[in-house]
Structures are given as structure tokens and as C-alpha cells.
């Protein structure tokens, strides 16, 4: 039987609070090549989760713990949907080739997430062209803007 407990709960947003990119994931799934990825990610207040789409297969995501601000936007990059995981949203999808983009807003938390394999690293081109890359300047502001960011707005207006 597979299980994430509240003790492995534990030990993944620990691992994320002493990691670099302040992330971590438990794999449920037994290998990259599974054709349905079943992940728990422990995301810490500042990890960057730069503006991405993945063409080929929706993602279902639910909180373990904590709450996430989920973003989706248009092609030019207006936001046309919001939702915090974990406050007004228990799960939450986003479509096949849907621009989006997830803020941690509570230390210790922990993002359930589906989609379908194998793996695939994220592809250039399926980042928006209108954000930084991680560790670039400009990711603290793009994540603070994330915070505050409302349908209908646009990042840099």
C-alpha cells in the first residue's frame, strides 16, 4: 500500500525548507516513463514556479497541507482565472496547454499532483516568452505580483 502520511508530510516540507529551490517531491508513481505522474510536491513561500503550459495533458492539483495560489492566463498573458488551493478551492485543473503559474503561500506546504506521463521537462517555448527564467532578475517581483494579481491583469501594467 502506498501512503503519504502526516510524518512524511513532515519530512518533505523540511526537505523543501532546506533545499535551494525551497521545493521537494515524493513520487508515487514507480517510475518518470509511468503513463499517469501522481506527485506530492512541498513548495516553501519563494519557490519560483515561472509561467509554464504542458501541451500534451491536463494537471489535477489538490493541497495536502497549506494553501497555493493557482494562476491561469491568456496568450498575451492577462490573467483569466485565480484560485487558492487549500481556501475557496479543494482541487483544482488546469486544461492541456493552459498558461499557468502556482505561488506557495504557507510554509510547511505540501501540493498533491496528477497529470499524465511520462514525464516531460518543461520546453522552452512552453514558458511564456514575458518571464524570467529562475534565477534571473525579476523573479521576486514577478512572484510578489503574483500575490496581488486579479483577472484581468497583466504583469508589467
Do not use: C
Amino acid at each position: 500500500m502506498k501512503q503519504i502520511n502526516r510524518q512524511k508530510l513532515s519530512e518533505l516540507a523540511s526537505t523543501a525548507a532546506a533545499s535551494p529551490r525551497l521545493r521537494a517531491n515524493f513520487n508515487l508513481h514507480p517510475e518518470l516513463a509511468d503513463p499517469i505522474q501522481r506527485l506530492a510536491i512541498a513548495m516553501e513561500p519563494g519557490t519560483y514556479v515561472r509561467p509554464h503550459r504542458h501541451p500534451h495533458t491536463w494537471e489535477l492539483l489538490f493541497p495536502l497541507q497549506g494553501r497555493f495560489l493557482v494562476l491561469h492566463f491568456d496568450e498575451a498573458g492577462k490573467v483569466i482565472d485565480r484560485a487558492i488551493l487549500g481556501e475557496g478551492a479543494a482541487i483544482l485543473e488546469t486544461p492541456a496547454g493552459q498558461w499557468h503559474a502556482v505561488l506557495s503561500l504557507d510554509e510547511g506546504g505540501v501540493i498533491f499532483e496528477v497529470k499524465h506521463g511520462p514525464y516531460q521537462a518543461i520546453a522552452e517555448q512552453d514558458y511564456t516568452s514575458w518571464s524570467p527564467a529562475e534565477g534571473e532578475p525579476g523573479v521576486v517581483a514577478l512572484m510578489a505580483w503574483y500575490a496581488t494579481a486579479q483577472i484581468g491583469d497583466r504583469y508589467g501594467n
